[in-house]
Nanobody, 123 residues
């Protein structure tokens, strides 16, 4: 059973940084894609970034390109989301997700989800 556990959320001011972590367990992830999504109140869950576990290829939403960086530590089975230059519009619950084979941006394409971590950016 795949389990994903996010951590690292919090309250920051605009312009500051946060790093989210997603600890993955339950299987080997060599063929998997790991992703971050976010959901603000009253809005749909949206794609933020993804990384292929084996090669480290990445993809980003236009709204976070140049500010957010996704990475993974194979030894720790952990995926990170470094978020810089945060804006109030980045405020949301951030979710870690996983799927086998192939980077996708649709939330319905992902089979496994963490419980989420709140990120709040004040202006």
């Amino acid at each position: 059973q795949v389990q994903l556990a996010e951590s690292g959320g919090g309250l920051v001011q605009a312009g500051e940084s946060l790093r989210l972590s997603c600890a993955a367990s339950g299987r080997t992830f060599s063929s998997y894609v790991m992703a971050w999504f976010r959901q603000a109140p009253g809005k749909e869950r949206e794609f933020v970034a993804a990384i292929t576990w084996s090669s480290g290829s990445t993809g980003y939403a236009d709204s976070v390109k140049g500010r957010f960086t996704i990475s993974r530590d194979k030894a720790k089975n952990t995926v990170y989301l470094q978020m810089n230059s945060l804006k109030p519009e980045d405020t949301a619950v951030y979710y870690c997700a996983a799927r086998p084979n192939g980077l996708r941006v649709g939330a319905r394409s992902y089979d496994y989800w963490g419980q989420g971590t709140q990120v709040t950016v004040s202006s």
